[in-house]
């Protein structure tokens, strides 16, 4: 069974950084694309960022030139390195695993989500 464990989430002024990570544990988790999602309050999930088992990247225009998304195969573990933060990306951040193509943005297994708040 595979599993996702998020950390890293906080309180955090506007500004400031944070860095969320992933483990996963269950599979080879090489062999997933990963990717990062958010959900605010009262709006839908919405995608943040990807990184493919090949290690290329995506990013949503919101949050690009501003967050970094990061693997590391030998902990078994994807970060999202986020700077420069800002009080719209408050929302509880969820990583998620598959084998379908990053643009598709479907996943086959999630975490449980941690949350981050930026004051303003």
């Known amino acids: 069974q595979v599993q996702l464990v998020e950390s890293g989430g906080g309180l955090v002024q506007a500004g400031g950084s944070l860095r969320l990570s992933c483990a996963v544990s269950?599979?080879?988790?090489?062999?997933?694309?990963m990717g990062w999602f958010r959900q605010a309050p009262g709006k839908e999930r919405e995608f943040v960022a990807a990184?493919?088992?090949?290690?290329?990247?995506a990013y949503s225009d919101s949050v690009k030139g501003r967050f970094t998304i990061s693997r590391d195969n030998a902990k078994n573990t994807v970060y999202l390195q986020m700077n420069s933060l800002k009080s719209e990306d408050t929302a509880v951040y969820y990583c998620?695993?598959?084998?379908?193509?990053?643009?598709?943005?479907?996943?086959?297994?999630w975490g449980q989500g941690t949350q981050v708040t930026v004051s303003s």
């Open positions: 269950g599979r080879t988790f090489s062999s997933f694309n």
């Open positions: 990184i493919t088992r090949l290690y290329n990247t």
């Open positions: 998620a695993a598959g084998s379908r193509p990053i643009y598709t943005n479907a996943y086959d297994y």
